[in-house]
């Protein structure tokens, strides 16, 4: 907040800084709109910055906790996905410290993070989306518009006929199907668009599965 605060005065002419400002930050854009929209209220620049820097760390977290979780209960999958890391690294295509471009062609891996996902949600509110004027059918049932709809992806994510008999159960081995079957069952989960981009942004490491 008081880094907000000084950024404020600097570009108000009220404060004095030996300080190289990159003027095409986040912080400096959302200064740029503040600026531009005298409707913008006067929290919401902390508010957005706060945001930016805080959103997804706990979920995150979660998403690999249930990773974990899952792969040291279910010994067989972690030995095929330390497999797959060897394998990668022997053939030169997996660093110590591997980033997205090179986790995103590991298929088992892959299939991994989108089976934590689905066993194990981050949130489990529903995704509240707003009926449009025009209103909606919606599994046979008509809704008007404006009503708040949405589905608790605890729910959606063990639905038997998308996942299979086996929901209940860990099997990463269900998104090694045909693509059609795996885009499908991608558009079904209620986390994000895809799975390893959420993990791997801005960076992050596969170094702790070198066991």
Not at 93 to 102: I, K, M, S, V, Y
Not at 127 to 142: H, K, Y
Not at 173 to 180: F, G, H, K, T, V
Request: hydrophobic share 40%.
């Amino acid at each position: 907040m008081r880094r907000v605060q000084e950024r404020q005065k600097i570009e108000k002419g009220e404060l004095k800084k030996e300080w190289k400002i990159n003027n095409r930050d986040m912080l400096s854009r959302f200064m740029e709109v503040e600026a531009s929209d005298p409707s913008v209220p006067p929290f919401a620049l902390l508010v957005w910055t706060s945001s930016n820097i805080t959103a997804g760390s706990d979920s995150t977290a979660m998403f690999l906790r249930a990773m974990f979780y899952y792969l040291l209960h279910n010994p067989s999958t972690l030995k095929r996905l330390v497999a797959e890391f060897d394998e990668a690294a022997e053939a030169g295509n997996l660093e110590d410290l591997a980033g997205f471009r090179q986790a995103k062609d590991l298929p088992y891996f892959n299939a991994c993070i989108n089976e934590a996902g689905r066993m194990h949600p981050p949130l489990g509110l529903p995704m509240e989306r707003v009926i449009p004027a025009e209103g909606a059918n919606i599994c046979g049932q008509r809704l008007e518009g404006g009503t708040v709809v949405g589905m608790s992806s605890w729910v959606t994510h063990h639905h038997e006929q998308t996942f299979g008999a086996d929901c209940n159960k860990w099997r990463p081995e269900r998104w090694l199907c045909e693509p059609e079957q795996a885009k499908y069952m991608e558009k079904c989960l209620l986390t994000v668009s895809r799975n390893i981009e959420y993990l791997f942004y801005p960076s992050s490491t596969l170094s702790l599965f070198k066991f």
